[in-house]
């Protein structure tokens, strides 16, 4: 599998590339899945973060466990029709580990103290990210209404995310679609 990587504004989201009108066998799937994986662990190790010493032996989440998890919280999504915390559901698999079902577009973000890395489970979103934040609230986890000035990438299922400390970003989504993403925060 090929990778194409796009950066803009700092953020970096590295993208397989995909052929259309194949079918892949559900074995296929599955390694197609574990290398995607493999990716955003590379992407994570890339990254240079810290890790905390309740993770200092490691952590392995099986794609089973990823999945059940996605597929858990994508139905709590479906039975409320909406998700509570603006819009976006969590589960932590550790410290710094969450598998996430956004409902609706989120609140613009920054993080003083941490990196993210996004693994694209399933839907699509636009990440807007550089720029400036518009009404920011917070001093070590900014949030505020919006970006202006950002650059807009579009998220689809495989992708690598990755997004600086400092960094504006803000994952939008279009109204009645959910997107499910695993996130991992590198604390500097």
Do not use: W
Not at 10 to 38: D, F, G, K, M, W
Not at 86 to 115: P, Y
């Amino acid at each position: 599998m090929s990778a194409e990587m796009v950066r803009r504004n700092t953020a970096r989201v590295y993208r397989s590339r995909s052929c259309t009108n194949v079918s892949l066998t559900p074995e296929a799937a599955q390694r197609s899945t574990l290398i995607r994986l493999v990716l955003l662990i590379l992407a994570c190790l890339a990254t240079g973060g810290q890790f905390t010493a309740a993770q200092s032996v490691g952590a392995v989440f099986p794609e089973s466990k990823i999945q059940k998890t996605a597929e858990s919280l994508e139905q709590r999504v479906k039975q409320s029709g909406d998700s509570a915390n603006n819009g976006i559901l969590e589960e932590k698999l550790d410290e710094m580990t969450r598998v996430a079902v956004r409902a609706k577009s989120g609140l613009a973000e920054l993080h003083q103290t941490s990196e993210e890395v996004f693994f694209v489970i399933s839907g699509h979103a636009t990440l807007l990210t550089g720029g400036s934040i518009e009404n920011p609230k917070g001093t070590e986890e900014i949030r505020g209404s919006s970006i202006t000035g950002g650059t807009s990438l579009s998220l689809a299922p495989g992708d690598v995310v990755h997004i600086p400390r400092a960094t504006p970003h803000q994952v939008l989504i279009e109204d009645g679609k959910t997107f499910t993403y695993v996130i991992i925060k590198i604390l500097r």
